[in-house]
């Protein structure tokens, strides 16, 4: 298990796609799955980033109209 701070999630994790401010949103809105730590640090698990960020990627895949027939 490897545990990401909200900068490394951003740098490390995402290649600086994803910005730390996108992050501690989704933090605020409970969608995303972290611990805080005492001083509000926050950690991530590196296991549990990858999965939520896959259903995110799977949640957001559209069909063209043409290949609905």
Not at 9 to 20: D, H, N, P, R, V
Not at 44 to 65: A, H, I, M, Q, R
């Amino acid at each position: 298990m490897k545990c990401l701070t909200v900068r490394q999630a951003s740098e490390e994790f995402f290649k600086g796609t994803i910005s730390q401010g996108f992050l501690y949103k989704e933090v605020r809105k409970g969608n995303i799955p972290h611990v805080r730590m005492s001083r509000g640090k926050i950690l991530f698990d590196e296991d549990y980033l990858e999965k939520w960020w896959n259903e995110k990627l799977c949640g957001s895949l559209t069909v063209p109209k043409n290949k609905l027939n």
